[in-house]
Structure formats: C-alpha cells, structure tokens
C-alpha cells in the first residue's frame, strides 16, 4: 500500500493563479480531509468528505472547493490563490467507524507559495 | 467547541533528559485523544491514542494518560534520544464526530 500520496510536493503560484492540490490513498477509506498548516497554529480543518459524492466545509473553507467523486481521490482546488494562502497543505484519510478511535493517516504534504 | 491547548515551545532538552509536553482540552462528553509528530519535512504519524478515561497510551517509550478529571494528556517520555526531535501535535476527536481538532504544535530539538 502507499497509503495516502500528495502532489505536486512543491509549488509556487502568482496571485490570481488556479490550481489543483492533488490526493489519493489505497486505503479504501471513506473519510478524507484537507488541513493547513501555519506557523504557531498547528492544522486547521480546510474541507473534508465522509464518502463519495459527500463533502462539507470544515475550520477554514474560503478560497478552496473540493468533489469526491470516488473513495480514492480527494481534489483540493484553489480557484484564485492569494499571498494568504502560502502554506503547508496535508491530506489524511481514515475509515468511518463509531468507535473514535479511527488513526488519521496524513499524506506528506504540499509546500504552496503565492507571490 | 472543541479545543486543545499545548505548552508553548519550542522545547530543548539534552540526551536522556526526561521530557513533559502539556496538553488540555475542551470538549463534551468524552472524547479520543491523539499524540501525532513530524519529523523535519514529513507529514504526521500516529505515535499514540486513547480512547476513554484512564486509559494509557504508549509507543516508543512516550506515554499519555487520560485524564478526565483534569482534561489533560500530557505526553512524556523517561529518556529522550536525538532522534526523537520533531513537532509533536495533541489532538481530539468529538464523540461521534470525524473531525480531528489539533493543538498548535510543540517544536522539540534533543541536543546530544
């Protein structure tokens, strides 16, 4: 398995420019999500998907979409970046159980910089 | 809502010291705890978790007791090595809920 993969690693945007943040896992699990990280503020929820077709808002939504449209890929979409959203995206996944104490299993992440 | 609180860092402790990272939290009901660490330049492992009250969890030679009567889940380890420098993040999943809400991080730098 290779678990839970993220590209690209590193990628430098103009302000005002598109891209796609790009997720997938093996792992055949149905909840993914989208967290930033910033300095002094450790992660903060972007957008996260309890399964196919399903996906709502979490801490920090504005400025991203995000679709599921199969368990495997979770798209991260930054339709016009800006200076702000310079930062460390990671991607986790985890099965959808009741017990709570389903491990997240984080991707390695994507260094984004906005000029 | 939901909250976690860390001890400010960063933390730099010698090899072998004895090491306590603070984390409290606010929640209802009870929640499942998490500690996760970065190492430089990687995303985050699972080191330990805990699902209810008393329970203890351990990896690596870090360990973390819940405590419901305190809120807290304090991470420490007897001896700590060079290697174990990284970020450690304490984290909590609501009852019911899928969401893992993180405390802000502790920086530690082992110097040998």
Redesign the interface.
């Known amino acids: 398995n290779a678990g839970?993969t993220q590209t690209p690693k590193f990628q430098v945007l103009k302000t005002g420019q598109s891209m796609t943040l790009q997720c997938a896992q093996d792992m055949n699990h149905e909840?993914m999500?989208w967290?930033r990280q910033d300095p002094?503020?450790?992660?903060?929820?972007i957008h996260?998907s309890?399964g196919a077709g399903i996906t709502d808002q979490?801490e920090v939504p504005n400025g991203y979409n995000v679709s599921r449209s199969t368990t495997e890929d979770f798209p991260l979409r930054l339709l016009s970046a800006a200076p702000s959203q310079t930062s460390v995206y990671?991607c986790?996944s985890?099965p959808?159980r009741?017990?709570?104490?389903e491990?997240?299993?984080?991707?390695?992440?994507t260094r984004l910089l906005v000029l | 809502g939901d909250s976690v609180t860390q001890m400010e860092g960063p933390v730099t402790l010698s090899e072998e010291a004895f090491l306590t990272i603070n984390c409290t939290y606010t929640a209802t009901g009870y929640p499942s705890l998490f500690w996760y660490v970065q190492y430089p330049g990687e995303g985050l492992q699972l080191l330990l978790k805990a699902t209810k009250a008393d329970d203890k969890g351990s990896n690596k030679g870090f360990e973390a007791t819940y405590r419901k009567e305190t809120t807290s889940f304090h991470l420490e380890k007897g001896s700590v090595q060079v290697s174990d420098s990284a970020v450690y993040f304490c984290a909590l999943r609501g009852l019911g809920a899928q969401k893992l809400v993180f405390g802000q991080g502790t920086r530690l730098t082992i110097n040998p």
């Not at chain 1, 002094?40 to 929820?45: A, F, K, N």
């Not at chain 1, 009741?98 to 104490?101: H, L, V």
Request: proline letters at 4%.
């Open positions: 839970v909840y999500s967290y002094g503020m450790g992660l903060r929820l996260y309890v979490g990671f986790a985890s959808v009741t017990g709570g104490g491990t997240q299993y984080f991707g390695p992440g």
